[in-house]
């Protein structure tokens, strides 16, 4: 075992669009659990929008990440020396253990992950925060109903493609958007959603909408807001539910867009919108994450994975994923399982 930690550190806080100068690479004394802890090899680290938000000096609903401290993230690794008996050497175990090679870690900080059940680096994400994001924002905030009509946006990332197949597993007919040719042709062809477009494509999303949902849209699980989100609005039905789950299209703005005022369409809609964050949830995940597993071992459930190799590419991956880099979860490994 080597005798340092490589960690990628946050050295300064991005305006705009964030760079790979805002990161740096760091080596420090590999760190020695103490009674009661675990050092922890990571094998996979997660690279997440909400991040983005931990980079600014004012994080809105979560603590900032401080300067040159290592980026704190969600990793899976193995039990590499154990100071606790609940946790053997060997075991695979995930938190938020960061960008970083080597963690110690106490109990409440770690939960030990079953790799019988699944690869485990679907811990960071189908059968993870992603995936329970997904769970919650259909069964929850959009209360989901067989044969109805689901709009996803971001829908080959994450979440967004979760989202869409649990939708089918509920019974919705299922409209996806996503960038690029690529992912649309995997929406259809793999996850067997019914309609998706490409949004770079095209400028008339409302329109475009209309014609992928020719029935109008009852739930709209949002990814990504600005103009996508406008013309979505435009085509809900009476009734229908809107799922504030993200707006990554508007992280790296200095400003937020102004987009055209559409909220008088909840009043002639009769239709409500509600943001959430799956941490409100945290109590359920247990039962959810039984149902999810069940549903990738049955193969209803498809986990894509877009894999960057190396500590030191962790900042490329995650403004991949700004970006659009990523079918599925983006995630980074970090050693060898
Ligand atoms: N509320 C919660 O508790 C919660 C929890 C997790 C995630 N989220 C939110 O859910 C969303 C998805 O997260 P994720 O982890 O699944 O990420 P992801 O979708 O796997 O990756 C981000 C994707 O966003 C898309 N994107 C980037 N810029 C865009 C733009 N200007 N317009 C439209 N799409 C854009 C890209 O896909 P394209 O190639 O399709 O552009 C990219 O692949 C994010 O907004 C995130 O903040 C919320």
Request: hydrophobic share 40%; charged share 20%; net charge neutral.
């Amino acid at each position: 075992m080597s005798d340092c930690n490589r960690q990628v550190w946050l050295v300064s806080r991005p305006t705009g669009w964030p760079s790979e100068e805002n990161f740096r690479l760091v080596e420090t004394p590999m760190p020695v659990p103490g009674e009661g802890q675990v050092l922890v090899r990571m094998l996979y680290t997660s690279v997440d929008p909400y991040l983005r938000g931990r980079m600014r000096e004012r994080a809105s609903y979560i603590d900032p990440i401080p300067l040159d401290s290592v980026m704190q993230a969600s990793s899976v690794g193995r039990v590499v020396q154990s100071r606790n008996p609940k946790f053997a050497e060997g075991a695979y175990v995930g938190g938020m253990l960061g960008w970083q090679e080597y963690a110690v870690a106490g109990e409440r900080e770690i939960r030990t992950i079953d790799p019988t059940l699944a690869p485990v680096s679907t811990a960071l994400g189908i059968l993870g925060m992603p995936g329970l994001t997904a769970y919650f924002g259909l069964t929850e905030i959009l209360q989901a109903k067989a044969g109805e009509i689901l709009l996803v946006s971001g829908a080959a990332g994450a979440v967004g493609s979760v989202a869409g197949q649990i939708g089918k597993i509920l019974g919705m007919r299922v409209a996806g958007i996503a960038g690029g040719e690529a992912k649309i042709r995997w929406l259809l062809d793999d996850l067997k959603f019914d309609a998706a477009y490409d949004y770079q494509a095209e400028s008339d999303h409302r329109a475009r909408i209309a014609a992928l949902c020719p029935g109008g849209v009852d739930c709209y699980f949002d990814n990504v807001g600005g103009a996508i989100s406008d013309g979505a609005l435009l085509n809900i039905n009476e009734r229908a539910r809107i799922a504030i789950c993200g707006q990554i299209s508007q992280y790296n703005l200095d400003k937020p867009e102004m987009g055209p005022r559409l909220l008088f369409q909840l009043i002639v809609k009769r239709a409500r919108m509600e943001g959430f964050l799956v941490f409100d949830f945290a109590k359920r995940y247990g039962p959810a994450l039984t149902q999810m597993a069940e549903w990738v071992r049955a193969g209803r459930l498809i986990s894509r994975e877009t894999v960057i190799d190396g500590i030191e590419n962790t900042p490329r991956a995650f403004l991949g994923m700004m970006r659009g880099e990523n079918t599925g979860k983006m995630i980074v490994r970090i050693a060898a399982e």
